[in-house]
C-alpha cells in the first residue's frame, strides 16, 4: 500500500485551446520577447541535473510492515486450492484472523548519524520499519518519536558509513512563484524527481489546528509523503504531506502540500530531544473573527481571535486575559485568525515569555505571560455551522425572556450564569441563521445584562455608534459570540 493523504473532492475538467479559430483567419506574429535570465544557483547549465545528482543521496524510500485484521472475516484458500495464489491479494492468511500489510513512503536525512524525517501517517502502527537509502542499502529504523497533530515523525537507523544530510531552509523567505523541487517514492517507484514552483502560501486544509501549508504543483504522488520539497539551493522548505487528488487512484493534479520547514524543524527537534512534541499553551480556547464581530470591535477588517474560554489556574488567567478579548498581535506577530495564534505558540519555547496586544471594551490593552508545556495543543476552535435558528425580535429581530428557575433546573445553568434567553426570532432579522432558539445571551455589546430591557438598551447603543451588535452566548463550558446587524 502506498501512502499519501488525499484530499478528495469535486472537480470539473475544462480543456483550454491554446487558439481556436473558426473560418479564415490571418496568424499575426507576435512581437519577439527578451528572455530574461533565470537565477538557477547550484545548477549547472539549462536543466536541475546538478541539483537532482547532489539531492538524491539525501532522500530515502520508507518501507513498513504491520499486522492486521483479515478485510473479509473468510478462512484462507488451503495450499492444494487453484485458488491459494490469491489469499494475500483477498486479505487471507497468515496467522489465523491476522494478516501482513505494507506501506510505502518517502523522507529524507538531517543528521550524518542517522536521523530521518518522514510523515507520521507513513510509519503510524508499523510493527517494522526499513529506510532504503539511494543506493539500494536497507537499514531497520526505529521510531524517535512522532507528532501526529502535524503529521511528522523522526527515525533513527544506524549506518554503516556517515550519511549525507541536507540542510533547512527559511521557509519564511520561500516565495509564491519561486522554484521548488520534490523528491521521494512516487507509486513505490523510488528516486523520483519533479520539478515546479511554489503556488500558494499560508493555506489551510482542515488538516489540523496548525495547518499553514505551502502549496505546490510540483508532481507529488502517492508514496511522496514524508519526502522533502527543495528550494534551488538544495534546502529543505517543506515537507509534502497532502495532495488533492479527485480520484482513487490518488494522481496528481498539480495541487501538493508540504509543511513548512520553520515549523517542520522546531517540531522534529523537539521529537529528537523528548520523544514527543512540547508545544506551549496558555489556558485558553479562541475563534476565529468575521466582518461584523470586527466592526463590533472597532476594526475595519476581520483579525485576531476572540477569547472564549479561560482555564481556571492558566497562564491566560494569571496574565488578566478575560473572556471577550480580541487577541490581535503575539509577540508582535499579527494574529489574522485563530490558527495563527496556535501556529506561533507550536513554534515558541515551553517556559518563554511572550506579549500580547488585545482589545477589550473597545480599548487596546496588553499582557505577558510564560507559555506552559502541553502535550497537546487544543484546537483551534474554528467556529462551526450554526443550526438554522427559527426566531427573534424588536431592532435585532429577536425576542428575550429572562432566565427562570425552571430554565435553570431544565438546562443546567448555574446560579452564577446571569442572562437573557433567546425566546423568539423574526423573519428577516440578521440574526436568523447565527442565533439558537433558547441561546443564553450574557452580555450585549459588551455589557453584562440579565433582563430583556437591558439586553434591547445596549444593542440600541451599539446602533447609534454604528456598529454590529456583539452577543456574548453562553454554553456549558465556554462561550460564544456572534454579531448581529440591527435593522
Same mark, same amino acid.
Given at each position: 500500500m502506498l501512502s499519501t493523504r488525499s484530499i478528495k473532492?469535486?472537480?470539473?475538467?475544462?480543456?483550454?485551446?491554446?487558439?481556436?479559430?473558426?473560418?479564415?483567419?490571418?496568424?499575426?506574429?507576435?512581437?519577439?520577447?527578451?528572455?530574461?535570465?533565470?537565477?538557477?544557483?547550484?545548477?549547472?547549465?539549462?536543466?536541475?541535473?546538478?541539483?537532482?545528482?547532489?539531492?538524491?543521496?539525501?532522500?530515502?524510500?520508507?518501507?513498513?510492515? +504491520?499486522?492486521?485484521?483479515?478485510?473479509?472475516?473468510?478462512?484462507?484458500?488451503?495450499?492444494?486450492?487453484?485458488?491459494n495464489e490469491f489469499n494475500d491479494l483477498l486479505g487471507r492468511g497468515g496467522r489465523e484472523g491476522m494478516r501482513r500489510q505494507s506501506s510505502l513512503g518517502s523522507g529524507f536525512i538531517t543528521d550524518a548519524t542517522g536521523f530521518v524525517v518522514t510523515n507520521n501517517h507513513v510509519i503510524e502502527g508499523a510493527d517494522e520499519i526499513d529506510v532504503i537509502l539511494s543506493d539500494g542499502t536497507v537499514l531497520s529504523a526505529k521510531l524517535v518519536g512522532a507528532d501526529e497533530d502535524v503529521d511528522l515523525a523522526l527515525l533513527k537507523v544506524t549506518p554503516r558509513t556517515p550519511l549525507t544530510p541536507v540542510p533547512w531552509a527559511n521557509s519564511?523567505? =520561500?516565495?509564491?512563484? +519561486?522554484?521548488?523541487?520534490?523528491?521521494?517514492?512516487? @507509486?513505490?517507484?523510488?528516486?523520483?524527481?519533479?520539478?515546479?514552483?511554489?503556488?500558494?502560501?499560508?493555506?489551510?486544509?482542515?488538516?489540523?489546528? @496548525?495547518?499553514?501549508?505551502?502549496? #505546490?504543483?510540483?508532481?507529488?504522488?502517492?508514496?511522496?509523503?514524508?519526502?522533502?520539497?527543495?528550494?534551488?539551493?538544495? *534546502?529543505?522548505?517543506?515537507?509534502?504531506?497532502?495532495?488533492?487528488?479527485?480520484?482513487?487512484?490518488?494522481?496528481?493534479?498539480?495541487?501538493? @502540500?508540504?509543511?513548512?520547514?520553520?515549523?517542520?524543524k522546531v517540531v522534529v527537534n523537539q521529537l529528537k530531544q523528548y520523544g514527543s512534541a512540547r508545544r506551549g499553551t496558555m489556558g485558553l480556547m479562541v475563534r476565529s473573527v468575521d466582518q461584523a464581530i470586527a466592526e463590533a470591535y472597532g476594526l475595519k477588517t476581520p483579525q485576531g481571535a476572540i477569547v472564549t474560554s479561560v482555564a481556571k489556574g492558566g497562564a491566560a488567567e494569571a496574565a488578566g486575559l478575560k473572556v471577550?478579548?480580541?487577541?490581535? #498581535?503575539?509577540?508582535? /506577530?499579527?494574529?489574522?485568525?485563530?490558527?495563527?495564534?496556535?501556529?506561533?505558540?507550536?513554534?515558541?519555547?515551553?517556559? =518563554? /515569555?511572550?506579549s500580547i496586544r488585545y482589545r477589550r471594551n473597545g480599548k487596546d490593552g496588553t499582557a505577558s505571560l510564560k507559555l506552559t508545556a502541553a502535550s497537546t495543543e487544543t484546537a483551534a476552535n474554528k467556529p462551526g455551522e450554526s443550526e438554522t435558528a427559527k426566531a427573534l425580535s424588536n431592532l435585532l429581530g429577536v425576542k428575550f425572556k429572562p432566565i427562570e428557575?425552571?430554565?435553570?433546573?431544565?438546562?443546567?445553568?448555574?446560579?452564577?450564569?446571569?442572562?437573557?434567553?433567546?425566546?423568539?426570532? *423574526?423573519?428577516?432579522?440578521?440574526?436568523?441563521?447565527?442565533? +439558537?432558539?433558547?441561546?443564553?445571551? #450574557?452580555?450585549?455589546? @459588551?455589557?453584562?445584562?440579565?433582563?430583556?430591557? +437591558?439586553?434591547?438598551? =445596549?444593542?440600541?447603543?451599539?446602533?447609534?455608534?454604528g456598529k454590529p451588535v456583539l452577543l456574548q452566548i453562553w454554553d456549558p463550558g465556554e462561550v460564544t459570540y456572534v454579531a448581529v446587524r440591527p435593522r
Open positions: 473532492g469535486r472537480f470539473a475538467a475544462t480543456i483550454l485551446g491554446a487558439a481556436a479559430v473558426f473560418g479564415m483567419a490571418t496568424a499575426i506574429p507576435a512581437p519577439a520577447l527578451a528572455q530574461q535570465p533565470i537565477d538557477r544557483p547550484g545548477l549547472s547549465g539549462e536543466d536541475f541535473s546538478a541539483l537532482a545528482k547532489r539531492l538524491m543521496p539525501s532522500v530515502v524510500n520508507i518501507s513498513t510492515r +504491520q499486522t492486521v485484521a483479515r478485510g473479509d472475516g473468510l478462512p484462507a484458500y488451503g495450499p492444494n486450492s487453484p485458488l519564511d523567505a =520561500a516565495e509564491v512563484g +519561486q522554484w521548488a523541487m520534490a523528491i521521494g517514492n512516487p @507509486f513505490g517507484l523510488g528516486g523520483t524527481v519533479t520539478v515546479g514552483i511554489i503556488s500558494a502560501r499560508n493555506r489551510d486544509i482542515s488538516a489540523g489546528s @496548525f495547518d499553514d501549508f505551502i502549496q #505546490t504543483d510540483a508532481a507529488i504522488n502517492k508514496g511522496n509523503s514524508g519526502g522533502p520539497l527543495f528550494n534551488l539551493k538544495g *534546502e529543505v522548505i517543506g515537507i509534502n504531506t497532502a495532495i488533492i487528488s479527485p480520484g482513487e487512484a490518488g494522481g496528481s493534479v498539480g495541487v501538493g @502540500f508540504s509543511v513548512p520547514a520553520n515549523f517542520a471577550g478579548d480580541l487577541i490581535t #498581535t503575539l509577540n508582535n /506577530q499579527q494574529i489574522k485568525e485563530s490558527r495563527d495564534l496556535f501556529r506561533i505558540m507550536g513554534v515558541t519555547q515551553v517556559g =518563554a /515569555q511572550v428557575d425552571v430554565d435553570r433546573r431544565r438546562r443546567g445553568i448555574p446560579n452564577s450564569v446571569r442572562g437573557v434567553i433567546v425566546q423568539s426570532i *423574526e423573519t428577516g432579522s440578521d440574526a436568523l441563521g447565527k442565533v +439558537q432558539l433558547g441561546s443564553v445571551v #450574557t452580555e450585549v455589546n @459588551f455589557q453584562p445584562v440579565s433582563s430583556p430591557e +437591558q439586553a434591547i438598551a =445596549a444593542a440600541e447603543a451599539a446602533k447609534r455608534a
